[in-house]
């Protein structure tokens, strides 16, 4: 059997990130594709938060932890740390570290091909070296865009991805994307790389994480009131709340809605304060839940006891797609998409049967949306993902995919 040698930040015990879900489930599905993963990733203070319940999720997969100092938590006087310390992420000094533990992981475990897996840059920066040392093929998954037109706003910040990116367009043998935007937008960027160098695999869902929580869902999440759940991240800009919110206010007034008889329940939003203060300004703070994180499984069941799930993805973000939609779709519940009708997100959405969407940053669509669910006769199928459409969304079929990206990068 080939190894391939996995570097990513995100790995148990940390909690708080859906990037770990992607390389978790190519841990533990690859050598059913006949590769045998090892994996390089961080030591466990680099986590701000972690949880031991996904801990074993893939106990046979060899793991190597390398020292990564957070420079925001371990580094800094006070609030105050160097910015070079933390370009192109606060875990640059990961790379310090990780290069000779993943030396010593090549010797060891003899990996056909290195992974490396963004959105902490710093993996992609590592892999680079252990490729450029010992000549083995790398696959750079970047999931989502790097350098983007305004983001990351500091120039510098901006430059350092800039430098990741071409660095990894130089010298990857494969470039892997989540969605076919993104993998259009570096192909038009980087036109003089052979376009058979970029790659989509998409996210997905485990299969295995849902028949436990299938025996779990008994009641709704709250009794006697309609409740949309939105699961996860509420993003300043790329989420921005604040259309809802109007549309909220804009239905309370007309009566359709109010405390008595709905609610919208936001899981672990990390900018809560952010909902708190619309919700307050626009007198619709009864209506609003914001509960902190809990872990993989509680989410999943909660998901799957939601009247509807709320879905937030503005425009800016078209050529993505939010991890969690993956699991939207399996849970087989209503979906309510906020986003752009013309990005990724859409078109997966009404690929898999969803057609009804409204615009982030319309006010008056989202209401008609509200409307239309909260009224619906039939809530129960409004907007319902086709279930032979979802079926080719898990993250076992999407480890198929990488393992034959690795044949062909190791001919």
């Not at 801990?55 to 390398?66: I, K, Y």
């Not at 252990?130 to 696959?139: A, C, F, G, S």
């Not at 009247?307 to 993505?320: G, V």
Request: proline residues 7%.
């Amino acid at each position: 059997m080939k190894r391939v040698l996995l570097v990513a930040f995100h790995y148990p015990p940390t909690r708080g990130s859906s990037g770990i879900q992607r390389t978790l489930r190519f841990a533990k599905y690859l050598s059913a594709f006949g590769w045998e993963p090892v994996v390089l990733t961080a030591n466990r203070a680099a986590y701000p938060r972690t949880e031991s319940e996904v801990a074993e999720t893939a106990p046979d997969v060899p793991v190597s932890r390398a020292l990564a100092l957070d420079a925001k938590r371990h580094l800094s006087i006070g609030k105050w740390y160097p910015a070079r310390l933390a370009r192109p992420d606060r875990w640059k000094s990961w790379w310090l570290g990780a290069v000779p533990v993943g030396l010593a992981m090549i010797r060891r475990y003899a990996p056909q091909a290195i992974w490396s897996t963004y959105p902490i840059a710093t993996a992609h920066s590592i892999a680079s070296t252990l490729h450029r040392l010992t000549k083995l093929p790398w696959v750079a998954d970047f999931r989502d865009p790097m350098a983007q037109d305004g983001y990351p706003r500091d120039a510098m910040l901006w430059a350092s991805y800039k430098a990741v990116e071409e660095d990894a367009v130089a010298h990857a043998a494969r470039l892997v994307f989540t969605t076919p935007g993104a993998q259009a937008l570096y192909r038009d960027r980087y036109s003089s790389t052979p376009a058979e160098r970029f790659s989509v695999i998409e996210n997905g869902y485990d299969e295995e994480s849902f028949p436990a929580a299938g025996a779990a869902v008994r009641s709704p999440l709250n009794a006697g009131k309609v409740t949309l759940l939105h699961s996860g991240i509420v993003y300043p800009s790329e989420r921005d709340p604040s259309r809802l919110i109007d549309a909220l206010k804009l239905l309370q007034s007309r009566r359709i809605l109010d405390e008595t008889n709905f609610r919208i329940r936001f899981r672990a939003p990390a900018h809560g304060e952010l909902l708190r203060s619309l919700g307050s300004k626009a007198d619709v703070a009864p209506l609003l839940e914001i509960l902190p994180s809990v872990s993989y499984q509680a989410a999943i069941d909660e998901m799957l006891r939601a009247d509807a799930l709320l879905l937030l993805q503005a425009a800016n973000c078209n050529q993505q797609i939010p991890a969690k939609l993956y699991e939207y779709l399996r849970c087989r519940r209503p979906i309510l998409p906020l986003t752009d009708p013309a990005g990724d997100t859409a078109h997966t959405l009404r690929n898999a049967g969803c057609e009804r969407i409204a615009k982030l940053d319309d006010a008056g669509g989202i209401a008609s949306l509200l409307t239309d669910f909260i009224r619906s006769p039939h809530r129960d199928a409004f907007n319902l993902p086709l279930e032979h459409v979802v079926a080719g969304h898990s993250r076992r079929s999407r480890t198929g995919e990488l393992a034959a990206l690795l044949d062909s990068v190791t001919l």
